[in-house]
């Protein structure tokens, strides 16, 4: 990993969420975002977790077939996690390269579904599921965090556009 410290620079607005009707938009800017790319075999989600360790706090989320995003929320020592993974998966540190979009409320589902096609019903979707996707024309993933709550990452030269159109599909909530 890199021996030189990235200046944080969040691409989104930092501070209290936005909130709009019942539905909160919010920029998270602190923890770790890590992809991880499965070495050649058959790596699964069960196997990376393993290898990690200690998961209290950390989010495996899905991306494709053998790929994920490794989702801390707090700082996380990535030269360790990368050790211990160094056997089943590439580690790339996209902290700095994507943003994360959290949205939560009674109506998320509604105003997700204006954006993409993914079913999104509890028995397709459950908690800690996550998916690529599209939200309009922008290229995100998708996971559901908890009951009313998903969060999305997505390159952050394309942040800024997203929040925008998140706040356009949650206006007829506001």
């Not at 079913?119 to 599921?129: A, V």
């Not at 024309?137 to 952050?156: F, K, M, P, Q, W």
Request: overall charge negative.
């Amino acid at each position: 990993m890199t021996k030189f410290e990235l200046i944080r620079r969040p691409a989104l607005r930092v501070g209290e969420p936005k909130v709009l009707g019942n539905l909160a938009l919010e920029a998270v800017t602190d923890g770790v975002i890590l992809q991880l790319l499965a070495r050649p075999g058959a790596v699964t989600e069960a196997g990376i977790l393993a290898a990690i360790g200690q998961t209290e706090g950390l989010s495996l989320r899905n991306s494709g077939p053998g790929q994920w995003f490794l989702v801390a929320g707090s700082a996380l020592d990535v030269d360790v996690v990368a050790d211990r993974l160094a056997t089943v998966a590439y580690l790339v540190d996209q902290t700095h390269g994507r943003s994360r979009i959290r949205i939560r409320g009674p109506q998320v589902r509604q105003l997700l579904a204006k954006g993409t096609g993914v079913d999104l019903h509890d028995d397709q979707f459950p908690i800690n599921h996550a998916v690529m996707t599209l939200i309009g024309h922008i290229g995100a993933n998708l996971a559901r965090t908890s009951e009313d709550c998903y969060e999305l990452l997505v390159l952050r030269g394309f942040a800024d556009s997203l929040w925008h159109e998140l706040e356009i599909m949650a206006a007829e909530f506001a």
